[in-house]
């Protein structure tokens, strides 16, 4: 989850190359824009955990900043089911849900394309000692076999971060066993169509939900640095579904009375007027 200093929509301009000039809605190359993206994941990997670490937990299994655990949700199925199940964690970061897992006993395998958060992830197996396997590789191209899966799950991993997440479906389809669950959580879609700002001042929807221009971040050059891909909720029901996936339920976490974090555009504020978070929950036909 990128957290903007402020309004996307702010242009910000420098004339040192390579640096950030402009953010906003705009049309950029896909394919470059998913390949700055993990760079820039890798590269802010040590900043973003010194940031959020601490809400994250070196070895914790939480959905969204609204703090969801799937110790309450139970969203991947229970435990004693899970401890005779092969888990996929894809997007994983520092693999903070993947370690908790590992900690319950279940055989968890995570995935991350982002060698900084690869290497983030071996430093908190060491400070943790929970060894999670990891892999380095695309949630669209998982070197894993046909079949060999029961769960695969991401928490805000993957999808936003490419313009083809109908393929992190499909080659999560492709691994998982029949019958299989497939679990994520993305950026409700409602929040592209307001400003992202916790507060009161974010209440006011100021583009089009339909509007599905990526939020990007282009350096003097135009060369995209960053970006995140919007899908509204259809898309994202087409998309499963055409990954041979069928949709067994969907959560929209409420904004908990004790949660006074302000995450980025997820607060209390404006968490208790608006959704923040979408999980969804399908299994292979």
Not at 31 to 54: C, M, N, P
Not at 236 to 251: N, S
Request: with cysteine; glycine share 10%; charged share 20%.
């Amino acid at each position: 989850m990128h957290d903007p200093a402020d309004d996307p929509t702010t242009r910000k301009h420098t004339d040192e190359p390579g640096r950030l000039a402009e953010a906003g809605y705009q049309h950029v190359d896909g394919g470059q824009a998913a390949a700055a993206t993990i760079d820039w994941w890798s590269r802010s990997a040590a900043e973003y955990l010194a940031d959020h670490g601490e809400q994250l937990g070196a070895a914790d299994f939480r959905w969204c900043p609204e703090g969801l655990r799937e110790a309450d949700a139970h969203l991947l199925g229970d435990l004693a089911q899970l401890r005779r199940a092969q888990v996929l964690e894809v997007g994983a970061g520092a693999a903070q849900c993947s370690r908790w897992l590992r900690a319950q006993g279940v055989a968890a395998l995570a995935s991350e394309p982002a060698a900084g958060m690869v290497a983030a992830a071996a430093q908190l197996d060491a400070a943790t000692g929970i060894e999670v396997p990891m892999v380095q590789a695309d949630a669209r191209s998982l070197p894993l076999a046909t079949g060999s899966m029961d769960v695969v799950f991401t928490a805000f991993g993957a999808l936003s971060f490419v313009p083809d997440p109908q393929q992190v479906h499909a080659e999560v389809a492709r691994v998982l066993r029949p019958g299989g669950r497939w679990v994520f959580s993305v950026t409700h879609p409602l929040r592209w169509a307001f400003p992202d700002d916790p507060t009161s001042a974010g209440l006011t929807a100021h583009r089009s939900y339909f509007d599905r221009r990526p939020y990007a971040e282009t350096d003097t050059e135009g060369r995209v640095l960053y970006a995140e891909f919007h899908r509204t909720l259809a898309d994202h029901v087409r998309d499963v579904v055409g990954a041979g996936l069928t949709i067994t339920g969907m959560v929209e976490p409420e904004w908990p009375a004790e949660n006074t974090t302000v995450w980025g555009g997820w607060g209390p504020e404006r968490g208790a007027l608006l959704p923040g978070t979408l999980i969804v929950t399908t299994e292979l036909r």
